[in-house]
């Protein structure tokens, strides 16, 4: 069953939903360009997979899918090659050429380990693609236990004995609040239980979601570029070398 907030975001054509939910986009475009730095017919391990909707960026590549497949209940895990935990892989060394890792990392109870399996299974001169959240709300309960900020995971990952080529914030201030309000009818309306309130405030529901779902993220995501410190991001884009 759709939430409210969906059924109103998908009634936008893809560049307005874009600019409302920019960050799916950025981690899209992340791994899209991940991809094309990939050699062609590479074997490449998409870690914690989910419902594999990167996977079509790999259709010249050897794509393989890990889940542990207990993140969100309503996902369909069908297309997962194996189903394991991340911090003890089914593979041999030195397996794969490259990694992806998104948004993952926070939903496993030890971030260490995990790294530490994603350098074991890579390749010597193989590449970890990872995005891992600096500021997001609680998801997928009870599997959600970290955030990282770009200190702590170059932390991790030089102790896990990668060579860090980079790691970017994924947005500024103005694209943190822009995502930060979209759940602005969430937190006021969703949880009305007493149904006559619901439906007095129903119009003023509906006006939340024009200002804070779609006027509002709009504006603030096109204000981005004027945070240069990029201190407040959603997201960190990592790109690492075994």
């Known amino acids: ?26 981690i899209s475009d992340f791994i899209r360009s991940s991809a094309s730095e990939i050699a062609l017919d590479s074997i490449v391990l998409d870690a914690g997979a989910g419902e594999c909707r990167f996977k079509a960026f ?20 069908s297309n997962i090659d194996v189903v394991s935990s991340l911090d003890s892989l089914p593979f041999e060394d030195n397996t794969f050429d490259a990694v992806i890792c998104t948004q ?6 030890e971030p260490q380990q995990v790294l530490n399996e994603l350098y074991r299974v ?9 995005s891992a959240p600096q500021g997001w709300g609680v998801h997928q309960a009870p599997h959600d236990y970290f955030r990282f900020t770009n200190y702590g995971l170059q932390y ?3 102790k896990s004995e990668f060579n860090i080529s980079y790691i970017k914030p994924s947005c500024g201030y103005f694209g943190y609040l822009a995502n930060r309000l979209t759940v602005f009818p969430k937190n006021l309306f969703w949880q009305i239980e007493n ?5 007095i405030l ?16 709009v504006i603030l995501n096109l204000m981005d570029f004027l ?5 407040y991001t959603l997201n960190y884009f990592v790109k690492a070398v075994k």
């Open 1 to 26: 069953m759709h939430k409210p907030k969906d059924i109103f975001y998908r009634t936008f054509p893809l560049f307005l939903r874009n600019l409302i939910d920019a960050e799916t986009k950025r």
């Open 58 to 77: 790999f259709k010249d590549h050897q794509y393989i899918a890990v889940d542990a497949a207990y993140g969100d209940a309503t996902w369909d895990y």
């Open 227 to 231: 945070d240069s410190k990029h201190d």
């Open 156 to 158: 991790l990952l030089k």
């Open 202 to 217: 129903f119009p003023l529901e509906i006006l939340s979601y024009i200002f804070f779902v779609l006027i509002f993220p």
């Open 122 to 130: 890579l390749k010597h001169g193989g590449a970890l693609y990872l």
């Open 195 to 199: 149904r006559l309130l619901r439906t």
């Open 104 to 109: 993952v990392l926070e939903h496993v109870n």
